[in-house]
């Protein structure tokens, strides 16, 4: 049985993971820095220090797990980019380590292809596709040939789909990240109190904007001035509604526009269930069947990391021991 261990440091995770492309995840372990939430967001040097803490034991106990000694592993993948620099630098040297001490190949994911590719995880994706990769950093939509090329079809101007769940939070006063929040007090709220912006809408490509959403939302706030719970839930919900409509115009302007009849949804706010509703109804109707990753697979973790790698590795592209990390950078096909 091949077995691939992935790392993924990019962000506040620490994550490692034991894939089998013969019988799929074999252990995995996230480590959720908890720290940052009394902040409000992700402190870089706070990040990059609690991965230091956290990476061996999460390694040794997924190995244990997985009843793996290094030697016996087929491949190494870890995340290079894009992401905080300290926080990468700290998931490659441990790679990288691992890498020179045993002589198992090495591979440098990208982030969103991880992403991409955590449908891939429990079987094979069905391609060409259309993913839309709805995360805290990134807004994107790809025409996916298969596995390894990657057409972006457009992206957000300003700021992600999960920043803006974040920075809405914060401004109601609901707990950081501000996505998962959001959308527990807008189950009890009503999505068409407020009519929020839907920018970008007749730009006719597949682009997004929501800093003018996040703008729309302060004012609203500023003119209801003292919050009940009634009205935090009633701007949850009309932001909410306002995120995931702009962004089921576009996937579905994406499907159209390829014609092809698979859509799949990948990144944190993937784990939004009116997100998913919505375009499983919209993309539906455009005549592409909807799928998503499990939500644990949805957010910032390894196991994709690790089914990243064996695609590289089994397609003969291993990295050198000169492999640096990248802040930031676009997606770029290499199959
Ligand atoms: O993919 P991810 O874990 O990290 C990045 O690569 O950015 O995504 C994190 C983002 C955060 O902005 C968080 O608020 C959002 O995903 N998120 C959600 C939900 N769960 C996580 N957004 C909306 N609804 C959710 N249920
Ligand atoms: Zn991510």
Redesign the pocket.
Known sequence: MNLYLGIET??D?TSCAIYSPEEGLIAYRTAAQLDHAKYGGVVPEIASRTHMKTILPLYETVMEEAGAGLGGLSGIGVTNGPGLTGSLLVGLSFAKALAYGSGVPLAGIH?IEG?ILANAIEGPMGTPAIVLVV????TQLFSVEKPGRYELLGGTRDD????A??KI?KILGLPY????S??KAARSGDPAAFDFPRAMRGSGRCDFSFSGLKTAVRLKVEELGRLTEQAVADVAASAQEAIVDALAIKSVMAVEMTAVSRFYLA???A???R?REVISERIGAAGAQVSWPPARF???NAAMIACAAWHHLSAGRADGLDLNTFPRGGLESWA
């Open positions: 990019s962000c995770d982030h992403h995360s805290g950093g990134h992600a789909a999960g920043e769940f974040d939070g990240p501000g996505g998962p959001i959308e990144g944190g706010v784990a939004n269930g997100l949805c957010t910032d």
